[in-house]
């Protein structure tokens, strides 16, 4: 709830000429096209594990221009395993082109996890700690009304462990589409507190009798990092960056480690 | 090293008057040898003419009014800051002539035989007659050693045509050669490649520390109270310090002591009131001007509880007094309070504002001394509240300044005049913190203060040993240091380019008044001018500065909230070094003044931040920065008519600045993102007839340097843009035309009007401010490219009074 209030307020501010511009109808958009400059592609790595699945997928592509039809291009024939903080391998085996599956595992909380990637020379490494789980006291919703519209949204609410750094990513599944990331919270604001997450995505509107899944994942703080930049990436920042990755050599995306809890419930009137 | 805080205090003060008895003495023995050698030279007797200049109707003060003593040599002075002079000539008759812009020459003959106080009042010109028969005080340009300075007439000011129709300053200095506009509608302005934060802005000797309203769409100036500007943008005197890029030196008006007068105006966005007169005719007067938007008024309208209980108004007050004690002491009490509220419905309330208190003393020690003593409050904070069900807190941060100035200007001999003083200044920031109820689902985050002193002392002289020579050398030292009581951490260590609060980085508790961190700054500045011939000078400036407090920010708009920091253990005061070269033309007997200066600016101890850096309230946030150096470069061209039916300006300024951090773009050189290859505004202004005036405006700038993507990829299944190289694009070019016009109604008399309308942006040009990359809705492999304007076309209308 905090979080969501200054995330609302830093929201406001930074878009403030924007509301402006909304408010006295001035501004205005329209479509361009640009010069762009042509770079080499760059790696992109995404590995989970995660404490619920027996299988754990890593996906390698590259980046494409931005004037390409394609979402991005896979990566084939890429070595991938996993080791972990008791010295234990776990090989991965490309079932489609650029995803790569491991053998069956189950991620343990409290354990390091290294991934380590070779592909057409280039050596890639990360590391993700799994934080231990955090049970939440009730689940329910909330509703709001910003800027003359009408919201619900999914709320929790827990004890957030004291004296310990704690960081949250939540999905949210509607009615059985793909799961869509929501947000990511801190413990910064309130370390120790009886805590509300709302989870607000202003492009995602719930209905009553929408039935949700919410998906609770524990992360690590570069997850946390990666996801935050992410969520508050603007264009009026003086320096729009890539998410900070925790992978070696340059590659983007990143490699987490996450305990998970999920619960589900129907969007009430 | 640490020091009692009463120590320390007691080491300030021996420092001080060290300096002031060191430039003091030398002093002193200079002018006596001086006058005796010039005396005995001439086989005369050497005299010194002193006293004011003012204006005859009002009795504010005239500084930078010219002298000329015509004699068997000619003699030139101009007043100072506070309308003062002082010239030292052989005994004789001489022809004075006494100008200054936007008044009527007085000539007066003289026979002077012994020391003499001789003040002038000057009448003003009408309107009409100020464009019509402009002074020689052209003539400044070539005479004065200063270069890259600006000086901005406040009757020019209100011709200029603005944004919302709201007469300007910060606005209007962006069309001045060598400054840059901060971003459409912003009142934020970069010097010669600097960032926003190294200009120096001073009301009245209080520094300003955030100089906009609502986001930058107004300058906290309300020009009815200014009386006016300079804009030092290179070879700064020794007497101004404390920034890299320029100084904006903003003296307000004192208030009318011979009548009673108001002024103000009603406009669409804005009204404002000044009221000036006397409080002991001729001794004493006051000025006090007020202005408020009203905005807010128009949510009242809205049928939605959310909006109509929202926020969003500013308002300022300027207030003066002063008293003449006597022939050789006047005091001056200004201050400023200015506040922004911004609310949306019942969930946060957010406010900000800058107040300034400055007391003055000017004091003539002796005919030819002059002493200036300022006693300086400034303070800027921010709050929001956040009122809900079960949170309640408050963000709040502040920074306070107390300071004390004095200074000397000794008039020395003949064409000799020996500024020195010093600055003394107790800071205390506040950062953001967060301060939350007991009960309250969030924490108290408290931040510690940040204690810091700067003692500044200075000494130049201004030197004009012949008539085609001139010379103002100088240096300035600069003290800075930090202050217990607080835990400072060393993040030295750090060396990921990612921001992630440290794990347990090297602590060190200080008490109360230990010291922290010592950094002492030397500042040499010198100017030279070589006079061509009547029409034409030469002029070059070399000056280093220093900037021992920073604005941390990383959006383009200028927020309230953007923090500023000490230096501190961590980090390194900024240093400047400028060198430039300027040649200088007045054509046309005086009625055009041209200039060309080019410049070289290497910048040391500059700040940027990693990837995702947390700047807000963060027990940390000195780990989040990544320093580097700077360099800017540019010529700028100047051509100015100052009399005639048309008057007005052209500027165009070519110009690099580039950065280079370890952490960025692979440690190579990258563009600023205010580095704008061309940048040109021409300003028009033309009387038709009477009673009408006619104004232009047009400006023309490359894009800023952004970082845009230049590939692409997708993360379970969300689309993210690849980007490379830091500010690698261009913006779109910017370009915009503004036109206003002016009825002034034939003045009855005790009360005159008149009406302004404008119209900003009037070809309706659709300037980029974001650029925007967004997923095709239909073809979500698609990406398409946004450009968002922010303003088209916007009319104003202003009626203005005066009685």
Same mark, same amino acid.
Not at chain 1, 90 to 96: G, M, S
Not at chain 1, 140 to 148: A, D, H, L, V
Not at chain 2, 196 to 221: E, K, P, R, Y
């Given at each position: 709830?905090?979080?969501?209030?200054?995330?609302?307020?830093?929201?406001?501010?930074?878009?403030?000429?924007?509301?402006?511009?909304?408010?006295?109808?001035?501004?205005?958009?329209?479509l361009?096209?640009?010069?762009?400059?042509?770079?080499s592609?760059?790696?992109?790595?995404?590995?989970e594990?995660?404490?619920?699945?027996?299988?754990?997928?890593?996906?390698?592509h590259?980046?494409?221009?931005?004037?390409?039809?394609?979402?991005?291009?896979?990566?084939?024939?890429?070595?991938?395993?996993?080791?972990?903080?008791?010295?234990?391998?776990?090989?991965?085996?490309?079932?489609?082109?650029?995803?790569?599956?491991?053998?069956l595992?189950?991620?343990?909380?409290?354990?390091?996890?290294?991934?380590?990637?070779?592909?057409?020379?280039?050596?890639?490494?990360?590391?993700?700690?799994?934080?231990?789980?955090?049970?939440?006291?009730?689940l329910?919703?909330?509703?709001?009304?910003?800027?003359?519209e009408?919201n619900?949204?999914?709320?929790l609410?827990?004890?957030?462990?004291?004296?310990?750094?704690?960081?949250?990513?939540?999905?949210?599944?509607?009615?059985?589409?793909?799961?869509?990331?929501?947000?990511?919270?801190?413990?910064?604001?309130n370390?120790?507190?009886?805590?509300?997450?709302?989870?607000?995505?202003?492009?995602?509107?719930?209905?009553?009798?929408?039935y949700?899944?919410?998906?609770?994942?524990?992360?690590?703080?570069?997850?946390?990092?990666?996801?935050?930049?992410?969520?508050?990436?603007?264009?009026?920042?003086?320096?729009?960056?890539?998410?900070?990755?925790?992978?070696?050599?340059?590659?983007?995306g990143?490699?987490?480690?996450?305990?998970?809890?999920?619960?589900?419930?129907?969007?009430?009137? | 090293?640490?020091l009692?805080?009463k120590?320390?205090?007691?080491?300030?003060?021996?420092?001080?008057?060290a300096?002031?008895?060191?430039?003091?003495?030398p002093?002193?023995?200079?002018?006596?040898?001086?006058?005796?050698?010039?005396?005995?030279?001439?086989?005369t007797?050497?005299?010194?003419?002193s006293?004011?200049?003012?204006?005859?109707?009002?009795g504010?003060?005239?500084?930078?009014?010219?002298?000329?003593?015509?004699?068997?040599?000619?003699?030139?002075?101009?007043?100072?800051?506070?309308?003062?002079?002082?010239?030292?000539?052989?005994?004789?008759?001489?022809?004075?002539?006494?100008?200054?812009?936007?008044?009527?020459?007085q000539?007066?003959?003289?026979?002077v035989?012994?020391?003499?106080?001789?003040?002038?009042?000057?009448?003003?010109? $009408?309107?009409? %007659?100020?464009? *019509? +028969?402009?002074? !020689?005080?052209?003539?400044?340009q070539l005479? #004065?050693? =200063?270069? /890259?300075?600006?000086?901005?007439?406040?009757?020019?000011?209100?011709?200029?045509?603005?944004?919302?129709?709201?007469?300007?300053?910060?606005?209007?200095?962006?069309?001045?050669p060598g400054?840059?506009?901060?971003?459409?509608?912003s009142?934020q302005?970069?010097?010669r490649? $600097?960032?926003? %934060?190294?200009? *120096? +802005?001073?009301? !009245?000797?209080?520094?300003?520390?955030?100089? #906009?309203? =609502?986001? /930058?769409?107004?300058?906290?100036?309300?020009?009815?109270?200014?009386?006016d500007?300079?804009?030092?943008?290179g070879?700064?005197?020794?007497?101004?310090?404390?920034?890299?890029?320029?100084?904006?030196?903003?003296?307000?008006?004192?208030?009318?002591?011979?009548?009673?007068? $108001?002024?103000?105006?009603l406009? *669409? +966005?804005?009204?404002?009131?000044?009221?000036?007169?006397?409080?002991?005719?001729?001794?004493?007067?006051?000025?006090?001007?007020?202005?408020?938007?009203?905005?807010?008024?128009f949510l009242?309208?809205s049928g939605?509880?959310?909006i109509?209980?929202?926020?969003?108004?500013?308002?300022?007050?300027?207030l003066?007094?002063?008293?003449q004690?006597?022939?050789?002491?006047?005091?001056?009490?200004?201050?400023y309070?200015?506040?922004?509220?911004?609310?949306?419905?019942?969930?946060?309330?957010?406010?900000?504002?800058?107040?300034?208190?400055s007391?003055?003393?000017n004091?003539?020690?002796?005919?030819?001394?002059?002493?200036?003593?300022?006693?300086?409050?400034?303070?800027?904070?921010?709050?929001v509240?956040?009122?809900?069900?079960?949170?309640?807190?408050?963000?709040?941060?502040?920074?306070?300044?107390i300071?004390?100035?004095?200074?000397?200007?000794?008039?020395?001999?003949?064409?000799?005049?020996?500024?020195?003083?010093?600055?003394?200044?107790?800071?205390?920031?506040?950062?953001?913190?967060?301060?939350?109820?007991?009960?309250?689902?969030?924490?108290?985050?408290?931040?510690?203060k940040?204690?810091?002193?700067?003692?500044?002392?200075?000494?130049?002289?201004e030197?004009?040993?012949?008539?085609?020579f001139?010379?103002?050398?100088?240096?300035?030292?600069?003290?800075?240091?930090?202050?217990?009581?607080?835990?400072?951490?060393?993040?030295?260590?750090?060396?990921?380019?990612?921001?992630?609060?440290?794990?347990?980085?090297?602590?060190?508790?200080?008490?109360?008044?230990?010291?922290?961190?010592?950094y002492?700054?030397?500042?040499?500045?010198?100017?030279?001018?070589?006079?061509?011939?009547?029409?034409?000078?030469i002029?070059?400036?070399?000056?280093?500065?220093?900037?021992?407090?920073?604005?941390?920010?990383?959006?383009?708009?200028?927020?309230?909230?953007?923090?500023?920091?000490?230096?501190?253990?961590?980090?390194?005061?900024?240093?400047?070094?400028?060198?430039?070269?300027?040649?200088?033309r007045?054509?046309?007997?005086?009625?055009?003044?041209?200039?060309?200066?080019?410049y070289?600016?290497?910048?040391?101890?500059?700040?940027d931040?990693?990837?995702?850096?947390?700047?807000?309230?963060?027990?940390?946030?000195?780990?989040?920065?990544?320093?580097?150096?700077?360099?800017?470069?540019?010529?700028?061209?100047?051509?100015?008519?100052?009399?005639?039916?048309?008057?007005?300006?052209?500027?165009?300024?070519?110009?690099?600045?580039?950065?280079r951090?370890?952490?960025?773009?692979?440690?190579?050189?990258?563009?600023?993102?205010?580095?704008?290859?061309?940048?040109?505004?021409?300003?028009?202004?033309?009387?038709?007839?009477?009673?009408?005036?006619?104004?232009?405006?047009?400006?023309?700038?490359?894009?800023?340097?952004?970082?845009?993507?230049?590939?692409?990829?997708?993360?379970q299944?969300?689309?993210?843009y690849?980007?490379?190289?830091?500010?690698?694009y261009?913006?779109?070019?910017?370009?915009?035309?503004?036109?206003?016009?002016?009825?002034?109604?034939?003045?009855g008399k005790?009360?005159?009007?008149?009406?302004?309308?404008?119209?900003?942006?009037?070809?309706?040009?659709k300037?980029?401010?974001?650029?925007?990359?967004?997923?095709?809705?239909?073809?979500?492999?698609?990406?398409?490219?946004?450009?968002?304007?922010?303003?088209?076309?916007?009319?104003?209308?202003?009626?203005?009074?005066?009685f």
């Open positions: 709830m905090v979080q969501n209030m200054v995330e609302r307020m830093t929201l406001l501010l930074r878009g403030w000429p924007l509301f402006l511009v909304g408010f006295l109808l001035m501004g205005c958009e329209d361009i096209t640009l010069d762009v400059q042509e770079v592609p760059q790696f992109v790595i995404v590995g594990i995660n404490n619920r699945e027996s299988r754990h997928e890593v996906t390698i590259r980046t494409v221009p931005l004037s390409s039809s394609n979402a991005m291009a896979p990566v084939s024939g890429a070595t991938v395993r996993v080791l972990d903080g008791l010295g234990r391998f776990y090989e991965y085996n490309e079932v489609e082109p650029g995803l790569y599956r491991s053998r595992f189950r991620g343990q909380t409290g354990m390091e996890y290294k991934l380590e990637i070779a592909v057409e020379g280039t050596d890639f490494q990360a590391t993700s700690n799994m934080p231990e789980i955090v049970l939440i006291d009730s329910g919703t909330s509703s709001g009304n910003f800027m003359g009408e619900k949204f999914v709320t609410k827990f004890y957030d462990p004291p004296n310990k750094s704690n960081y949250y990513r939540y999905t949210l599944r509607v009615n059985e589409g793909a799961p869509r990331f929501m947000s990511v919270f801190d413990d910064k604001y370390d120790g507190k009886f805590v509300t997450h709302e989870l607000i995505n202003f492009d995602m509107k719930l209905q009553p009798n929408d949700v899944r919410v998906q609770r994942q524990h992360i690590d703080q570069a997850t946390f990092l990666y996801w935050r930049s992410v969520s508050s990436s603007n264009p009026t920042a003086s320096a729009p960056a890539n998410p900070p990755s925790n992978i070696s050599n340059g590659a983007l990143y490699f987490s480690a996450y305990s998970l809890l999920e619960y589900e419930m129907t969007i009430p009137q | 090293m640490q009692p805080l120590k320390s205090i007691f080491y300030y003060w021996s420092f001080f008057f300096c002031t008895l060191l430039f003091c003495g002093a002193r023995a200079a002018v006596a040898a001086e006058r005796k050698e010039v005396a005995a030279a001439a086989g007797a050497e005299v010194v003419i006293g004011f200049v003012r204006d005859a109707s009002s504010e003060s005239l500084s930078s009014a010219n002298l000329v003593f015509r004699g068997a040599r000619n003699y030139n002075i101009a007043t100072n800051a506070y309308g003062y002079y002082s010239i030292s000539v052989p005994d004789g008759n001489y022809q004075i002539e006494v100008s200054h812009v936007g008044y009527r020459t000539e007066t003959t003289f026979t035989l012994r020391d003499t106080i001789a003040s002038f009042a000057l009448q003003s010109l $009408g309107q009409l %007659d100020e464009v *019509l +028969i402009r002074t !020689d005080r052209t003539e400044d005479r #004065s050693p =200063l270069m /890259g300075l600006s000086r901005v007439a406040i009757s020019e000011l209100k011709q200029v045509p603005v944004l919302f129709g709201e007469a300007d300053l910060l606005k209007t200095i962006q069309l001045l400054v840059m506009s901060g971003g459409e509608g009142s302005f970069f010097v490649g $600097g960032m926003g %934060d190294q200009n *120096l +802005i001073l009301l !009245d000797g209080a520094t300003v520390f955030n100089a #906009s309203h =609502l986001f /930058g769409f107004f300058s906290t100036f309300n020009s009815d109270a200014i009386k500007v300079d804009l030092h943008k070879g700064m005197p020794a007497q101004y310090g404390g920034r890299l890029a320029s100084v904006l030196d903003i003296r307000m008006i004192e208030g009318n002591n011979k009548q009673f007068h $108001g002024e103000g105006g406009g *669409l +966005i804005a009204s404002r009131l000044k009221l000036e007169g006397p409080l002991i005719r001729d001794r004493s007067s006051f000025m006090l001007s007020g202005r408020r938007t009203y905005a807010d008024l009242k309208l939605d509880p959310d109509n209980q929202s926020q969003l108004y500013f308002y300022d007050l300027n003066k007094a002063n008293y004690i006597d022939a050789r002491n006047s005091v001056f009490l200004s201050g309070f200015g506040e922004d509220r911004l609310g949306y419905s019942d969930l946060f309330k957010f406010g900000w504002g800058n107040a300034t208190a007391l003055r003393w004091h003539i020690l002796h005919n030819r001394l002059f002493s200036n003593s300022t006693f300086v409050y400034s303070d800027y904070d921010y709050q509240d956040i009122i809900n069900e079960n949170v309640d807190f408050v963000i709040a941060s502040s920074i306070r300044n300071n004390f100035k004095q200074d000397f200007h000794h008039y020395t001999g003949p064409g000799s005049t020996l500024r020195f003083g010093a600055d003394l200044r107790f800071q205390v920031i506040q950062p953001t913190q967060i301060e939350a109820e007991e009960n309250s689902e969030i924490n108290s985050l408290p931040i510690e940040r204690r810091g002193s700067e003692l500044a002392a200075y000494v130049s002289h030197w004009n040993p012949t008539s085609f001139s010379m103002n050398y100088g240096l300035r030292l600069t003290n800075f240091l930090l202050f217990g009581p607080g835990t400072f951490y060393d993040y030295s260590a750090l060396e990921s380019s990612v921001a992630a609060s440290p794990v347990d980085p090297p602590a060190q508790y200080y008490g109360k008044g230990a010291l922290v961190q010592y002492l700054a030397l500042e040499p500045r010198i100017s030279l001018n070589l006079r061509l011939g009547p029409n034409s000078s002029k070059s400036a070399y000056n280093r500065n220093s900037q021992m407090i920073h604005q941390l920010s990383n959006t383009t708009s200028s927020l309230p909230t953007d923090a500023w920091v000490m230096s501190s253990n961590n980090i390194k005061p900024q240093i400047a070094d400028q060198l430039s070269l300027g040649y200088y007045n054509l046309g007997n005086n009625r055009y003044e041209a200039s060309v200066e080019a070289y600016k290497d910048m040391k101890h500059q700040i931040y990693r990837d995702a850096a947390d700047l807000q309230a963060n027990t940390h946030l000195e780990s989040e920065l990544v320093y580097g150096t700077g360099r800017a470069y540019g010529l700028e061209w100047y051509l100015k008519k100052n009399s005639g039916r048309w008057n007005g300006w052209i500027s165009y300024t070519l110009s690099k600045s580039e950065r951090f370890e952490q960025i773009n692979q440690g190579s050189w990258f563009n600023a993102r205010q580095d704008r290859t061309h940048d040109l505004s021409a300003v028009l202004i033309y009387e038709l007839g009477r009673n009408w005036t006619l104004s232009g405006t047009f400006v023309y700038a490359t894009g800023n340097a952004v970082s845009l993507p230049s590939g692409k990829y997708e993360v299944g969300e689309t993210f690849y980007y490379t190289e830091r500010n690698g261009r913006m779109p070019e910017y370009h915009r035309l503004d036109l206003a016009a002016t009825y002034e109604r034939p003045a005790y009360f005159s009007s008149s009406w302004s309308i404008g119209i900003f942006n009037a070809y309706n040009r300037n980029a401010y974001i650029i925007d990359f967004r997923q095709n809705e239909q073809l979500p492999r698609q990406t398409d490219i946004y450009r968002i304007a922010l303003f088209g076309a916007i009319p104003s209308v202003t009626w203005n009074f005066k």
